[in-house]
Structures are given as C-alpha cells and as structure tokens.
C-alpha cells in the first residue's frame, strides 16, 4: 500500500514537472528573440561596436589606474577656515581620487584640527594625514591687507615636510627604499590640476618643472628650454629672482628633501621670494627637469576663488531669520 502510494506520487510529481516545461516551452516560441543586430543597419552596428569598445578602453584604463608599482607621490596642502574651504576641498578631492599612488598631506592653519577638515577627510576615500599649525599673528594678513604683503601656507608646507622627514628616519626596509622613489608636489587648496600633471611629475630625479596657468598677470608662466635644459623663465615680473616659479610649477623628490634638512620655506621672505627660499637649497637652474612636453603644456593652472558675498545673509541674520548654523556648508 505504502509502496503503490509512493510511486503514485511520483508520477504525479513526474506528470506536474514535465507539463510545465512543455508550458514554459511553448512559452518562448511565441516570443521575439533579442537578436538586435539583424534589425540594424551597418551604421548603427558599427556605432554600438565603438561604444562598446568605449567601454572597454575605459575599464581598461580604470583598472590600470589601480597600479601600485609605481612612485608615490605626496601632495602638502595648506588649508584655511573660510565660507569656500569645503568646496575647494572637495574640488581637490575629486581630482586626487584620480590619481594612483597618492598621499594627500592636508595641513591647517589653525590652532586645532578642525571638525570640518577631519570629517571631510575620513569621508574623502583618499589615503591622508591630517596635521595643523597656525600662522603666527605676526605672520599672518590680517583683513583690509593686500594679498601679496605676506607669504601663504608657508608655516603649513614647513610643518607638512616635516612631518615627511620624521616619517622618512623612521622608515626601513621596502618602506624606505619606497621612499626613495617618491615625488613631494605643494597644493594650494584653489587651484585647478589636471590629471596629466602627476604622471608628468611622478618620476622625478631632483627637481622637475612645467608651465602654470593663469599666474602672475600672464596668460602662462614657464621655465624656458633650450636643447632639453631650462635657460630662463617666461614671467613678467623680475625674471632675475633665484627661481621665478610658482609653487604650483615645480615638483621635489622625496630623496632630495630628506637628505637636505636646511630646505624650508622662508615665512619672511619678499613678495615672490617664497618658492625661491625654498628651491635655491636643493637644485641649481641647470638641474631643473623640464616636464609637460618641454614645458609646452599649461596642466595646472592658478586659479583663484572669488569671495562669496554675504550681504543678504547678513540682513536676515540681523532679523534673526539667518540660514541655520548647524548646517556644514
Ligand atoms: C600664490 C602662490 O600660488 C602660493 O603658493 C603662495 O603661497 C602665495 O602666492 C604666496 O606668495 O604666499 P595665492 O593664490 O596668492 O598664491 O595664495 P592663496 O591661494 O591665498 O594661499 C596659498 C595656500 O595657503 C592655499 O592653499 C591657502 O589655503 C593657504 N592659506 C592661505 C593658509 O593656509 N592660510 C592663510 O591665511 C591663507
Ligand atoms: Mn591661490
């Protein structure tokens, strides 16, 4: 009896099993295969093929960007509390995350790390370190100044490289032979870097160079070469400094940098001094690499943010109706 019920429920299981698969088959034969490309003329199959091949170059690239065997390089950014500070930070940010093999260095002027600049950067999903020193009152400009009278960032860089020559005598093994490769690039907060830039400074022997953008009340700045060496530069105002260069125009190895301890930027040096007082201890201008094509590519540019004008928020607060402080902008 058992045995009659088992092979019954069998059958039945067997009977349900096949039923649906001749439903299911029956199913797709009413229906239109995905075979796109009969329907499309050559044209459009040519345009999916480069749209697929797009996709793939792309892929390709981004997987190549993951690259871990190549020098690093770490960029000191100063940085200072003012109502556009997130925003360039999160311009910058962008632009970093391109970027293989980077360190982000971001150092404030101020007296504490701030809960803004902390939070921002464990969120930023970039390898950094934080570090703060604020510019002395008497270093510092102060409102109304002219922005040329005293040197930026100049406390912030000095505090960056020293964390890098603490972080340089501690190393060993691969880790300081790693080191030895490194490439060491200063980062204003506001200005504009194209990604071409860091591959160009990436192997740097001493000092390499290129052209800035925007700078100096000049279409460009830029070292000038002459049979694959840099002669002069192209600036506009007292071409005779040690290295009329702008900080975002030049990058050090990290070699150089740790086994030259005096090299540091001078926070008293003359309007336009200040990437001399840094360079003059570490290269000669007959040393200088040129990168960027001969230093006939603009990839970084000066660019300079305008201050946003509060004068509405400043009404409403005076009616207490201000926009809500609690909100991080
Ligand atoms: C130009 C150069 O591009 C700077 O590298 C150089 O430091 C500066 O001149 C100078 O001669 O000192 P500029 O656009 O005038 O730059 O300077 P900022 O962009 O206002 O400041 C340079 C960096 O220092 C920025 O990253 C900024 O966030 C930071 N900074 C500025 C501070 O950390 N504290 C400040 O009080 C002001
Ligand atoms: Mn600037």
């Not at 797709?28 to 003329?41: A, E, I, T, V």
């Not at 505090?159 to 005598?169: I, P, V, Y």
């Not at 530069?233 to 260069?245: E, S, V, Y």
């Amino acid at each position: 009896m058992r045995m009659r019920l088992k092979l019954k429920t069998v059958f039945v299981l067997y009977f349900t099993v096949s039923l649906l698969g001749l439903i299911y088959a029956l199913m797709q034969l009413g229906q239109r295969c995905d075979c796109r490309g009969h329907d499309m003329s050559k044209d459009q199959q040519i345009s999916q093929l480069r749209g697929e091949l797009q996709k793939l170059q792309e892929h390709i690239k981004t997987e190549l960007n993951k690259k871990t065997d190549v020098p690093k390089i770490y960029v000191i950014t100063p940085t200072y509390a003012r109502l556009v500070q997130k925003a360039e930070l999160t311009r910058l940010s962008h632009t970093f995350l391109h970027v293989p093999q980077l360190h982000w260095i971001v150092v404030e002027d101020a007296p504490q790390p701030t809960l803004l600049v902390t939070d921002f950067l464990a969120a930023s999903g970039l390898t950094y370190t934080h570090l703060h020193k604020l510019t002395p009152k008497d270093r510092k400009l102060q409102e109304g100044d002219p922005s040329w009278l005293k040197p930026r960032g100049a406390e912030q860089r000095n505090e960056g490289l020293r964390w890098l020559r603490e972080m340089g005598a501690a190393a060993e093994g691969k880790e300081a032979a790693a080191l030895e490769e490194a490439v060491v690039y200063f980062a204003d907060d506001d200005n504009t870097y194209s990604l071409q830039l860091f591959e160009e400074m990436r192997y740097t022997y001493r000092v390499s160079v290129w052209p800035v953008g925007l700078v100096g009340g000049m279409k460009f700045e830029r070292p000038v070469v002459e049979d694959g060496k840099v002669v002069r530069f192209h600036t506009g105002w007292r071409p005779n400094r040690p290295f009329p260069i702008d900080m975002a125009g030049f990058a050090v190895s990290l070699r150089l940098i740790l086994t030259s301890p005096q090299a540091r930027f001078d926070g008293d040096a003359q309007m336009g001094f200040l990437e001399s007082s840094f360079l003059q201890h570490l290269v000669t201008m007959d040393e200088l690499e040129p990168k960027a094509d001969l230093c006939t590519k603009v990839l970084v540019w000066h660019t300079r943010t305008e201050k946003p004008k509060m004068k509405r928020e400043d009404a409403l607060q005076k009616q207490g109706l201000g926009s809500d402080p609690d909100v991080e902008v």
